[in-house]
C-alpha cells in the first residue's frame, strides 16, 4: 500500500474511532439516567408489576331472631373465574369449560360473548358462575392442564336459610351501584366500597351493612407475568362482620305470615274483597317500641316494597281516637255526652253513618264507629286541634325505623293536615289550578285569534270579539272559583278528617306506633328492628335501648277514656266483636277498626264499591304489652281484613294456642 | 507447529480477553434469563461458542488474503442461500428466515450473509479504490450490497437489513468513497425517514406497514403506544433495566427476569437482563468493552497490510457497532425495535457463528499484517 493511501485509511479509522466511542457514551448515558437517576421510579414499577393486591372478602355478619334462630348467614362456596386475556377467543378451553359446567345459559356461544362483552377491560377477572357444586370444582380441578386461565376461587353466598320468611325486613344484596359509588366519592355516603362489591340494598341489610360486612382483608401475593403467584408477600387478615340479634321473633314472625297468607287467600273469596293482593301488618312491644313481627305482601319478588314503612294509607276511623283526644282535651265534649244520630250528618256533605240510628256517647261511639259522633266533635274541636294531637302521636314524622327507605311523608298531599302542611297543600294547589285556567285561557285567546281571522266581514269579526271577551271573562271567573276554592280549608274537609277519611295517610309502621302511645299513656317511641349487635363470638359490642321520641301532651284520663272506649270495639256490638271472644278475662283486646275510601280509579267498578281494611288493636287491655297493625288493600272491612291475624298473632304471643288453652278455650265456649 | 504458535502468538490479545470477559458474563446471564425455560440454552450457547474457537483457530493460519480468489463464488452462494431461506425455510413468527434441521437445530442465513457480503464487498471496494468520488462511482457499490439486502427484507427482516446498510456506510467511508455524497445520501435518508414517520404518527399520512410493524418505530416518539404488543415489551425492558441502580439485583434475582415480565429475555432483550441484574456498574462495563473491541477492530483495519484486509475489519467493526446500537438502544427506548441480537451475548448459533468469523477475520487480518518469515 502507499503511503498517501494508508494515512487515508488512518484518518478514516480515527473518525470512525471517534463516532464509535461517541456512540457508545451515548448508550452509557442513557443507561446511568434510566439506572442512577430514574431508579427510584423504576423501582416502584417493578414492584407493582410482581405484587399483587388480592382481596379476602370478610365473612358477611348473621342475622338472628330474638329467639335465637339464624335467619341469614354466609357459607363458603366456590365461582369459576376467567382470566380474559387467556380465555377470550380460546375456542378449546370454552368448548371444555361449557362442557363441564353443563348450564344450558353458559354454553360454549354464550361464554365466548361475555369474554367479548368484556373485551375493553381484559384485565379485570370475569366471575362466570357463582355457587357451583362440589363436583364442579373437582372436574374443573382435574382438567386443569386443559383449562389455561380458567380458575376455581372460594367466596361466600349470603343464604337465606328460611326463604321468604321475614324477607321485607332482612332485605337483599346486590352489586354496588355507579349511583352508590358515586355518592361515596362526592362524600354523601360514608361507606367503601369498590366496583363489584355486594352490597345491601334494602331492609336490614342495607340499613346496617357497614356493621355487617366487616372489613376485607388483603394479601399481597408476589405473581409472574402471567398472574401465577410466586409467594405471599404480606397478609392482613380480614375482619369478620358483626352479627345483628333482632327484636324479632322468628315464630311471631311465622304465625303472622302464615295467618296473613290465610286470610288473604279467605278474603279473595269474597266477592267484595276479590281484589286483595297487597297488605301489611306489624306486631311491635308497646312499652319499647321493639317491632316483634313484620310483613308485607307481596312477597314473591325481592324488589317489592316493604309497604308497612313504605306504603302510606288513609287510615279510615283507626283516626277516630285522635278526634276524641282533640274533643276531650279541648273540653268541646265529655265521655257521657250523647249525640244523636239521625242517619247521617246534618252539615253538608251529610256524610253517612253505618251505626244504628239513636244517641252515641264517646264508648258507644267508638264501639260501633259513629261517624255522626265524630264529625260532629271534630266540627266543634276545629282542624287545628285535631292536627295538633295527631302530631302529638308521632302521626307527622316518620318513625325513624331502622330500615332503608322509610316512606317519610314530604309531599303536600300525604301525611297529616297540620297548619303547615295545610298552608303546603294550598300553595301547591292554587298554583296547579291556576295554570290549569291560563292554559286554558290562552288556548281560547288563540281560538278566537284565528277565527277572527279568518271572518270575512266587519260585523262577524264583531261578534266574534263580543263572543271572546265572553269567553275569556267566564273563564277568568272560573279560575278564581277555583283557586279560591282549592286554597281554602272547609268544614267539610275537617268533617272528612275528624272520621279518617279525605287528604290524610300513614304507613302502617306510623299506626302502630301511635296504637302503642295510645295503650303506653302517651309515650311515642322509636320502633327497632336490631336490638344488639354481637361479634361472630357472641360477645356484645352494642345494645340498643328503646328510643323515647316523645311524650304526647294528652292528659291522663283523657287517655284512660280513649283506652276503654277502644275496648268496646271488641265487646258486644262492637265493629271487631266477636274474634277475641276466646281469650281469657285476664287478656282483654282493645282494637279499633277502619275502612278506608282511597279515591283510587280501582276502588269503584260498575257494580261495586272497594274499600281498605285497616285494623289496630293492643292487649291485654289493662296491662298493654304488644300492639298490632294491619292494612289489606281492597280488604273491605277493618275487622274482617285484620281481626282473624291479630288473634292468631296474640294467641302465639301470649301462649293460648297450647293444647291445654285450647281446651280449656273449648270448655268456656261449651259453657257460653 | 512452531509457527502455528508463533501465529497463536501474535494475535491481539487485548481483543481476545475482552471478547472472553463478554462472553463469560453472557453465558452467566443467559443462565439466569433462561431460568424458566426447559432448554439447555447455556449447554448449547457454549457449545456453539466452542465451534467458534475452533474455527477462529483453525483458520488462523491461512493468510486471509486468499479470500480474493473466491469472492465470485462466495457472493453467488450467499445469494443461493438467501433465495434458499425464502424458498425452504421455517416461517416462524411471520419471517421465513431460518433453515430448520430437525434435532440438529436452526440456521439463519441472513447472520452468515453478513460475513459474506463484507468479505465479497471488500473485494470489490478494493478494485474501485481511487474511484469512488462521483455519485455515478457510488451507485453499482449500493446494488452491490442491495441485492441480498432486497432478499432479506422478502423475509422480511428489516433489521438484518439495516445492518447491511451500516456495514455498507462504514466501508465505503474507509474505502475513501465521496464523505458528502455518503452524508447526503444516509443523513437525508434518516431524516426523511423520522419526518415521514412523524407525519404517518401526527398526520396520519399513508404507511405500507401494518400497524404492528409501524408500531415498532412510532414507539421511539410515543413509549405509550400498543401497550400490549410492542410498547409493553418496551416498558417492561425499561422498568427491568431502571429496576437494576447502580449495583443490579444481582444474578438470578431480578424481578422483572424471573417473572418473566421481559419478553424474549434471551436474546432480543438480554441486554435489560443484563442491566437489571449486574446494575449500572455491569452493564456499563459491558458497554466499555464493547467500545474496546470496537476500537481494536478499527485498530486492526489501520494496521492492515492492505486495503481488502482494512475494509474487512471496518466492516467486521461496523457489524457489531449497528448491532449494539440497536439492540442496547432498542432496550432503552432510544431505537425502534426490530429484533437483531447483541454479539456474543444474546443466545443463537447462527449470530454466534457470525460473531466468531467476524472475531477470526479480525484476528487473521491483524496476525497476517506483516509478511511472515517462514
Known amino acids: 500500500m502507499q503511503t498517501q493511501e494508508r494515512k487515508k485509511i488512518e484518518k478514516a479509522t480515527k473518525i470512525y474511532t471517534a463516532v464509535v466511542f461517541f456512540i457508545i457514551a451515548i448508550l452509557v448515558g442513557r443507561l446511568a439516567w434510566l439506572q442512577i437517576w430514574q431508579n427510584d421510579l423504576y423501582q416502584s414499577k417493578a414492584d407493582n408489576n410482581r405484587n399483587r393486591l388480592m382481596t379476602i372478602t370478610a365473612k358477611r355478619g348473621d342475622i338472628i331472631s330474638s329467639d335465637g334462630v339464624v335467619l341469614v348467614t354466609d357459607r363458603p362456596s366456590y365461582q369459576v373465574v376467567l382470566d380474559n386475556q387467556i380465555v377470550r377467543g380460546n375456542t378449546e378451553v370454552i368448548e371444555t369449560l361449557a362442557k363441564i359446567l353443563n348450564d344450558e345459559k353458559l354454553t360454549a356461544e354464550a361464554i365466548q360473548e361475555i369474554c367479548d362483552e368484556n373485551r375493553m377491560r381484559l384485565y379485570k377477572p370475569i366471575v362466570l358462575k357463582k355457587n357451583i357444586d362440589i363436583e364442579t370444582v373437582s372436574q374443573i380441578e382435574a382438567r386443569r392442564s386443559e383449562l389455561e386461565g380458567v380458575s376455581i376461587e372460594s367466596a361466600s353466598d349470603r343464604t337465606y336459610l328460611y326463604g321468604n320468611i321475614a324477607g321485607h325486613v332482612l332485605g337483599y344484596l346486590g352489586e354496588v351501584s355507579q349511583a352508590e359509588l358515586d355518592a361515596q366519592a362526592n362524600g354523601e355516603t360514608d361507606t367503601n366500597y369498590r366496583m363489584g362489591d355486594y352490597v345491601g340494598k334494602v331492609g336490614l341489610e342495607k340499613y346496617y351493612d357497614q356493621i355487617l360486612r366487616g372489613k376485607d382483608g388483603y394479601k399481597q401475593v408476589e405473581v409472574n407475568a402471567n398472574n401465577r403467584p410466586l409467594s405471599d408477600v404480606k397478609i392482613v387478615e380480614p375482619m369478620e362482620g358483626a352479627n345483628l340479634v333482632l327484636t324479632l321473633n322468628y315464630e311471631l314472625q311465622k304465625v303472622l305470615e302464615e295467618a296473613l297468607d290465610k286470610n288473604i287467600a279467605l278474603l279473595k273469596t269474597s266477592k267484595r274483597s276479590d281484589k286483595v293482593e297487597n297488605a301489611a301488618a306489624v306486631v311491635i312491644e308497646v312499652n319499647t317500641g321493639a317491632v316483634l313481627a313484620m310483613a308485607s305482601r307481596p312477597d314473591d319478588k325481592i324488589t317489592q316494597q316493604n309497604r308497612v314503612i313504605q306504603g302510606r294509607y288513609i287510615p279510615g276511623s283507626i283516626f277516630k281516637p285522635i278526634t276524641a283526644i282533640a274533643a276531650l282535651e279541648t273540653g268541646n265534649v265529655t265521655p257521657t255526652e250523647k249525640i244523636h244520630n239521625p242517619g247521617r250528618y246534618w252539615k253538608a256533605p251529610y256524610i253517612k253513618s253505618t251505626a244504628p240510628i239513636g244517641y252515641y256517647n264517646l264508648y258507644s261511639a267508638m264501639g260501633k264507629s259513629d261517624n255522626v259522633y265524630f264529625q260532629e266533635i271534630g266540627r266543634r274541636t276545629g282542624i287545628d286541634a285535631i292536627g295538633y294531637y295527631g302530631a302529638e302521636f308521632g302521626l307527622d314524622t316518620p318513625t325513624g325505623i331502622d330500615l332503608a327507605y322509610e316512606n317519610r311523608g314530604e309531599r303536600v298531599s300525604e301525611g297529616l293536615p297540620t297548619e303547615e302542611k295545610r298552608q303546603a297543600y294550598h300553595d301547591w294547589a292554587g298554583a296547579v289550578w291556576a295554570e290549569r285556567y291560563d292554559k286554558k285561557i290562552a288556548e281560547t285567546e288563540e281560538e278566537y285569534k284565528n277565527l277572527i281571522a279568518a271572518a270575512t266581514t266587519n260585523e262577524e269579526k264583531k261578534a266574534l270579539e263580543k263572543k271572546r271577551k265572553n269567553a275569556i271573562a267566564i273563564l277568568e271567573a272560573d279560575k278564581k272559583i277555583n283557586v279560591k276554592w282549592n286554597t281554602e280549608w272547609h268544614e267539610a274537609d275537617t268533617y272528612n278528617v275528624a272520621i279518617g277519611q279525605g287528604r290524610q295517610n300513614y304507613t302502617p309502621m306510623q299506626l302502630a306506633v301511635y296504637i302503642a302511645a295510645i295503650a303506653n299513656g302517651g309515650t311515642v317511641y322509636q320502633p327497632y328492628l336490631v336490638q344488639k349487635i354481637c361479634d361472630s363470638q357472641g360477645g356484645v359490642l352494642q345494645e340498643i335501648k328503646p328510643t323515647i321520641l316523645h311524650q304526647a301532651n294528652v292528659s291522663v284520663k283523657t287517655l284512660a277514656e280513649i283506652q276503654k272506649s277502644l275496648l268496646a270495639v271488641t265487646d258486644v256490638g262492637g265493629t271487631a266483636y266477636g274474634y277475641f271472644q276466646s281469650f281469657p278475662k285476664d287478656i282483654k283486646v282493645a282494637a279499633k277498626t277502619g275502612t278506608a275510601q282511597p279515591g283510587g280509579s280501582g276502588y269503584r267498578t260498575s257494580t261495586q264499591q272497594y274499600y281498605d281494611g285497616v285494623f289496630v288493636a293492643y292487649a291485654p287491655a289493662d296491662n298493654p304489652q304488644i300492639a298490632f297493625v294491619s292494612v289489606v288493600e281492597y280488604g273491605y272491612s277493618g275487622a274482617g281484613s285484620g281481626a282473624p291475624v291479630c288473634k292468631a298473632v296474640f294467641e302465639e304471643y301470649f301462649g293460648l294456642n297450647q293444647e291445654g288453652v285450647i281446651a280449656s278455650e273449648d270448655v268456656f265456649m261449651y259453657n257460653e | ?374
Request: with cysteine.
Open chain 2, 1 to 374: 507447529m512452531n509457527f502455528y504458535r508463533k501465529l497463536i502468538g501474535k494475535m491481539d490479545f487485548i481483543l481476545l480477553a475482552v471478547i472472553a470477559v463478554i462472553l463469560v458474563s453472557g453465558l452467566l446471564i443467559l443462565n439466569s434469563a433462561a431460568a424458566s425455560k426447559e432448554q439447555a440454552y447455556v449447554m448449547k450457547q457454549s457449545m456453539w461458542i466452542v465451534i467458534g474457537i475452533v474455527f477462529l483457530l483453525l483458520t488462523i493460519q491461512f493468510d486471509y488474503t486468499i479470500l480474493q480468489k473466491y469472492v465470485k463464488p462466495l457472493y453467488i452462494f450467499n445469494l443461493l442461500l438467501l433465495i434458499a431461506v425464502l424458498i425452504f425455510g421455517r416461517e416462524i413468527s411471520g419471517a421465513r428466515s431460518w433453515f430448520v434441521f430437525p434435532g440438529i437445530g436452526s440456521l439463519q442465513p441472513a447472520e452468515l450473509a453478513k460475513i459474506m457480503t463484507i468479505i465479497c464487498f471488500a473485494h470489490f471496494l478494493d478494485e474501485r479504490r481511487g474511484n469512488l468520488n462521483t455519485l455515478w462511482e457510488l451507485i453499482p457499490c449500493f446494488i452491490f450490497v442491495a441485492i441480498p439486502v432486497f432478499l432479506i427484507l422478502l423475509q422480511p427482516d428489516l433489521g438484518s437489513a439495516l445492518v447491511f446498510i451500516a456495514i455498507l456506510v462504514g466501508m465505503m467511508f474507509v474505502a475513501g468513497a465521496n464523505p458528502k455524497i455518503l452524508l447526503t445520501i444516509f443523513g437525508g435518508g434518516v431524516s426523511i425517514i423520522l419526518i415521514y414517520l412523524l407525519g404517518v404518527w401526527k398526520l396520519g399520512w399513508w404507511c405500507p406497514l401494518k400497524t404492528y410493524q409501524l408500531n415498532r418505530f412510532l414507539v421511539l416518539f410515543d413509549p405509550n403506544i400498543d401497550p400490549r404488543g410492542v410498547g409493553y415489551n418496551v416498558w417492561q425492558a425499561k422498568i427491568a433495566i431502571g429496576n437494576g441502580g447502580l449495583f443490579g439485583e444481582g444474578l438470578g434475582m431480578g424481578s422483572q427476569t424471573t417473572g418473566s415480565f421481559l419478553p424474549e429475555q434471551w436474546t432480543d432483550f438480554i441486554f435489560a437482563v443484563y442491566a437489571e441484574e449486574f446494575g449500572f456498574i455491569g452493564a456499563g462495563l459491558l458497554l466499555l468493552l464493547f467500545a474496546v473491541l470496537l476500537y481494536r477492530g478499527l485498530r486492526i483495519a489501520m494496521l492492515s497490510k492492505d486495503l481488502f484486509g482494512a475494509l474487512i475489519a471496518t466492516g467486521v467493526v461496523s457489524m457489531y457497532l449497528f448491532h449494539i446500537l440497536e439492540n442496547v438502544g432498542m432496550c432503552m427506548g432510544l431505537m425502534p425495535v426490530t429484533g437483531i441480537p447483541l454479539p456474543f451475548v444474546s443466545y443463537g448459533g447462527s449470530s454466534m457463528l457470525a460473531n466468531f468469523f467476524g472475531i477470526a477475520l479480525l484476528q487473521n487480518i491483524y496476525v497476517h499484517r506483516q509478511r511472515l518469515i517462514f
